[in-house]
């Protein structure tokens, strides 16, 4: 099984601050999927990279998953409370399998 | 289209005690995915059924099983629960296409205390 290293694992910012949350493997994905899960629910789906060097927009996310698809980063610009939550990247291994990692939990502050 | 359903939401059980979760993917999907989630551990996938087949098992003992039905629909069981065994269990839908493309939606999970 690959391993995802994702960090920071705590972030705790002010309001209108940008941060950035990584996620490393040693190991090549065939893709990498971005999640958002609240307390008690499922995680969601924000973004699917596919391509070495790919970058995705989201409003204020940006995605970014790097040239040998072994690394992606998550950019926020202008962080709002409402985007505090637990950001989890996951990376696709053969036969359907995702691989998380351990989460990065944000909180953003008014 | 409606999103990935479970029941129940939440299950108190005790130790030794066996258990059986449910999971409806979204429609047209024949892929389901079962992973637990614990604060200690994270998300560690269980497994995978295609087909009513399982196509794909993670490192976990046989007292968890599963099997998925005809219209896709899936169950897991857990047996002889341990206390070991609290966490939320999440089910995630997909095409199950072959390819790096093939996204996992989740569903809100069951929440399982074993006491």
């Known amino acids: 099984t690959q391993l995802l290293e994702q960090s920071p694992q705590f972030l705790s910012i002010q309001e209108g601050e940008n941060l950035t949350v990584y996620c490393n493997s040693s190991?090549?994905?065939?893709?990498l999927q971005w999640y958002r899960q609240e307390p008690g629910e499922g995680p969601v789906l924000l973004v699917t990279?596919?391509?070495?060097?790919e970058v995705k927009k989201l409003k204020r996310l940006t995605f970014q998953f790097g040239d040998a698809r072994k690394d992606s980063s998550l950019h926020i610009t202008a962080a709002q409370p409402g985007d505090t939550g637990l950001y989890l990247c996951?990376?696709?291994?053969?036969?359907?399998?995702?691989?998380f990692g351990a989460g990065t939990i944000l909180r953003v502050k008014s | 289209k409606a999103g990935v359903t479970q029941t129940p939401r939440y299950l108190i059980k005790t130790r030794g005690q066996q258990v059986t979760l449910s999971c409806s993917p979204i429609?047209?999907?024949?892929?389901v995915s079962w992973y637990q989630q614990t604060p200690g551990q994270g998300l560690q996938f269980l497994f995978e059924?295609?087909?009513?087949?399982?196509?794909n098992k993670g490192n976990f003992p046989g007292r968890f099983s599963g099997r998925q039905f005809s219209n896709s629909r899936s169950e897991m069981n857990v047996s002889t629960l341990e206390l070991g065994d609290s966490a939320l269990y999440l089910c995630?839908?997909?095409?199950?296409?072959?390819?790096?493309?093939?996204?996992?939606?989740f569903g809100p999970g069951t929440r399982l205390t074993v006491l």
């Open positions: 995630a839908s997909s095409l199950g296409v072959s390819s790096g493309y093939n996204e996992q939606f």
């Open positions: 190991s090549v994905f065939s893709s």
């Open positions: 990279v596919v391509t070495g060097g």
């Open positions: 996951a990376g696709m291994e053969y036969g359907n399998k995702l691989v």
């Open positions: 429609s047209g999907h024949r892929s």
């Open positions: 059924y295609f087909s009513e087949t399982q196509r």
